[in-house]
Nanobody, 127 residues
């Protein structure tokens, strides 16, 4: 499964951006999709995820209340609406998907839970 992310750019602090990520094929085997980010010089960190079964959503504490993940299961497309952006949100944002066996909920916030990754899109928040 190939993933393509769109929507990054430059925005001022307090502004909003919407990222999109679509799978290359309409497979029914994807159980969850998520977003991770990596800032320069830092480790990759979890941002948000959605499990299609039950439409469960998961967020990092740092983005809770500001970011919203949503998606269209039939299209294996996921969105990340980012509001009240801060300079510390600056990073390359990558989407990920778990195909095959269902995702392990206890690991949903870890990169290891996903077996498909897309190229990232850069989000820069200026102060």
């Amino acid at each position: 499964v190939q993933l393509q992310a769109f929507g990054g750019g430059l925005v001022q602090a307090g502004g909003s951006l919407r990222l999109s990520c679509a799978a290359s094929e309409r497979t029914t085997s994807i159980s969850a999709m998520g977003w991770f980010r990596q800032a320069p010089g830092k480790e990759r960190e979890f941002v948000a995820a959605i499990r299609w079964s039950g439409r469960n959503t998961f967020y990092a504490d740092s983005v809770k209340g500001r970011f919203t993940i949503s998606g269209e299961k039939a299209k294996n497309t996921v969105y990340l609406q980012m509001n009240s952006l801060k300079p510390e949100d600056t990073a390359v944002y990558s989407c990920a998907a778990k195909s095959g066996k269902g995702i392990i909920l206890s690991a949903v916030r870890t990169p290891m839970a996903y077996n498909n990754w897309g190229q990232g899109t850069l989000v820069t928040v200026s102060s």
